[in-house]
């Protein structure tokens, strides 16, 4: 009964079907910031680019889309502060916060919160909202990521985006199209009849 009172109500995300409690948000905050050191793991070396294609930046659009913007932005500050601490889950096992790619990992902080305020106006709820909140995350990724990239490396724009933009978006296209067909189909399959 309170599940479908949750589901209807406006500025819900897919964490709010779960019963509210600070332990649930703790709970959902730990997870997400793993599911994301989780997901950088799977990565794959782009050859004459220092940035590898993986399963992170997945990852933290889905945070950040389930979560919400305040859960889905505390999640990727604990999987950032953590990695910084040291723990070894950057992509390719990376930690610190020297390395060239590091740009992303701070794109994928402020695209979390993004997607999440979105979704609480619905962006998650149909294909073609969804393909738009996935395009603004993963533009807000590579808006700070690519600079980065830049400066870190001393690439010029033009090579940063040769390098950490370019053999990507076939990836994240594939990417969004997994979160296009995921998150409406969990709303459909939770909601009420």
Known sequence: MSTATVTTRPGAVLADLLPASRTRD?????????????????????????????????????????????????????????????????????????????????????????VGALARRGADRSVLRTAGAMVVGSAIIYGIGVPYLALSTGMSMSQAVAAGLTPFLIGDALKAALAMGALPTAWKLLSPR
């Open 26 to 114: 703790v709970l959902l905050v730990a997870g997400g910031a793993a599911l994301t050191g989780l997901a950088a793991q799977i990565a794959v070396p782009v050859p004459g680019s220092p940035v590898p294609v993986s399963g992170q930046t997945f990852a933290a659009l889905l945070v950040g889309t389930a979560l919400g913007a305040r859960r889905g932005f505390l999640s990727l500050a604990l999987y950032a502060v953590a990695g910084m601490a040291g723990m070894p889950w950057f992509a390719e096992g990376e930690a610190g916060w020297g390395m060239p790619s590091f740009g992303y990992i701070l794109g994928m902080l402020l695209a979390a919160t993004v």
